[in-house]
């Protein structure tokens, strides 16, 4: 079995958004960065970063904050995400689509749907690879979207 990384997970399962709603979250969890409940804007914390996407989410965020939305789409259409969907056309799970849009090929298609059943049910063997370098909360995001995120304040 392949294994998968979350933000590998959340390209093949919704795009590059939600790769880099992942790094949001994992920052958020880390407490390295704060989401303005009222305003929703981003603010940092601590400016260490864990991997490429996360450094460039930090990045994009100014020491006085800046929007959650201009964060998310800035970070999405960044180099780092464009990298690790490069990895899954190279593997032949994405391919480029109209416009230069990605799309899930069959096999992608077919991993995506495993990939989320096994994070709707909890069972450990899709998923059981990644408890190790990653956190639960941030590959079901990466699975199943914002909905899978108890965090109210988040979602």
């Known amino acids: 079995m392949d294994e998968f990384t979350p933000y590998e997970i959340a390209l093949l399962c919704g795009g590059p958004t939600r790769a880099a709603q992942c790094a949001l979250l994992t920052l958020y969890e880390g407490r390295r960065v704060r989401v303005s409940r009222g305003t929703r804007r981003v603010t940092v914390v601590k400016r260490e970063a ?10 994009e965020v100014p020491d006085t904050g800046f929007q ?23 593997r032949g799970l994405l391919r480029r689509g109209f416009r ?17 059943a096994d994070a709707e049910s909890g069972a450990p063997s899709g998923l059981g ?16 979207g914002t909905a899978a995120v108890e965090d109210a304040k988040l979602r």
């Open 50 to 59: 864990d991997d490429k996407i996360q450094a460039a989410l930090l990045q």
């Open 68 to 90: 959650l939305g201009y964060v998310l789409d800035a970070v999405a259409e960044s180099d780092e995400v464009a990298a690790v969907a490069g990895g899954l056309l190279e």
């Open 100 to 116: 230069g849009r990605l799309r899930a090929t069959r096999q992608g298609r077919r991993t995506r749907r495993r990939l989320r």
């Open 129 to 144: 690879a990644l408890k190790d370098t990653a956190p639960d909360a941030v590959t079901r995001l990466a699975a199943l």
